[in-house]
């Protein structure tokens, strides 16, 4: 499991929560906030020899633990230190109690099936010890070694100084004091901040105990009824199966985006040490682009070579948390007879749960996937049975109750649906009466203009543009006569301002010319020709409606 968290989304979670923490605690080198007696007391001798040439006789090196702890000097140099002590650790703990909701779900899984393992081996377990386990691995494996170690974790530039150093050690030590159940017997000191424990622990197990309130990945991925719905937890689904990534790519884009990154390095990755500067740096400048013929498609794996791939996640937990492959099926059962229950909502309601009867349900349905799983969680609960794990005499009461609260958990997925389909529906609905509103001033425009170019025509004394009314009837007008080509220079266009800037070069502007013609009333054809050409470079149509719209 702690490999697991060393992937990319517990690393991008830690960089978030704790990096700006821990660089402004590094920035002040100079505070020492020991509180180790004896250490506390070796430095102060070493600093009053250092400043007056030799000790006073009272002091002497080489004292024990509580003659150093008895020290009055001793115990005013560390009073202010706890304090100082206990509001920077109670800072971290707000950060990471605030920051529950981007705790990834793959750690949020496990910290449920820790919590859903130890409740099935140890029913009689308070919820006290439950969260211990469950800050056991979310502290000591997932969250304390960054604490401790920041550099390791790309949270800092460089290694912290000696007393910022010593100092996150402390607050690893309290966070995991106040995950777990403490104990002072190799570090009595330790025993001082045991307020910030009692102060905390209430908070600390509301924290953990909502780490674990998140489904299970496979909700994701039902399909009922025939109907594929929205995967919107896909990308937690990824987080715990993650592998054999691969994208289909061109050469030319690969070097492209080689080329971009270089282009934007400075931004991108202004640090020498993270990792897409020491990608490229060992990359070096992009290849040039292939000509198209050359220009193939490849398939390029995606990983990261500072990440610990699993293979497994089954492997990897039962190898680290003595999980067993029965504990395993358990889980495996649980889950299916779930995504049977919401799958059958008729069901979903009623209480106790039958699950032998769900399963023999769904094994008689009309739908071929239900089927597949009643056949299956059948076969299961069997196995499970003969292995003393659940028991048919109370009706399978341990596993009831943990689908239960599942349930509870997770709702209803139709009426999820259906709540999702009805906001859908109102803002489509929102969105036709906005285009219906867009569309109506549109025509209104359109009839605007039509009408300033009418009343410019019978101002100007000549025929009206488009369509006119004749005794009552509307009449087309005549087809009108070509007008032009209209010879101008690009100097000519530039002296008149008609074009304001230009890419063509100095050298060969004299040899452009345009030439316009308009075959009807309101629309234009421009022509680029360059002298000595027969045939235009370039032609354009241009109606003025289009103009006066934008």
Known sequence: MTTYT???PGQSYLKSVLAERINSLIEHKDLNLEINPLKVYEQMIDQIEEETGSLPPHLTRGVSPETAAANVDVQAIIAPRLTMLMEIANSFLVTIIESKESVPYGIRWICKQIRSLTRRK???ATDYAICSLIGGF????????AVVTPQAYMLVDAVPAKHPRRTLTLIAKMLQNLANKPSYAKEAYMMTLNPFVENNKARINQFLNQLC???D????????AGSVFVINWMDQYMALSKKDLQINITLNELYNTHSLLLQHIDVLSPNEKQHLRICTDELGPAPAQVPRKENRTIELPLYSRWETPIQDIHMALMSENNLTQNDILYMETKSIFVQLIRSMPNIADKRPINLPGIAERAAT????MLVRKGIKVKEMLRELEELHIVDRKDDYKLMQDEVAAELLHLGNLREKVILETRSLDAVYKTICDHNAYLRSQLEQYKAYLQNVRLTSSKDKGSAPVGVVSVGGKEKKQPKSTVLGPYRFTHAQLEKEGIIV???VPENRRPH???NITSPTPGTFIIALHYKGRDKAILEMDLKIDDLLEK
Do not use: M, Q, W
């Open 6 to 8: 060393r992937r990319g």
């Open 122 to 124: 140890y029913p009689e």
């Open 138 to 145: 979310f502290f000591l494996r997932f969250i304390n070694p």
């Open 213 to 215: 309130e998140v489904g």
């Open 217 to 224: 990945f496979y909700d994701t991925l039902e399909v009922l």
């Open 365 to 368: 349905t009309k739908d071929a």
């Open 501 to 503: 800037e230009s890419n």
């Open 512 to 514: 452009i010319y345009f």
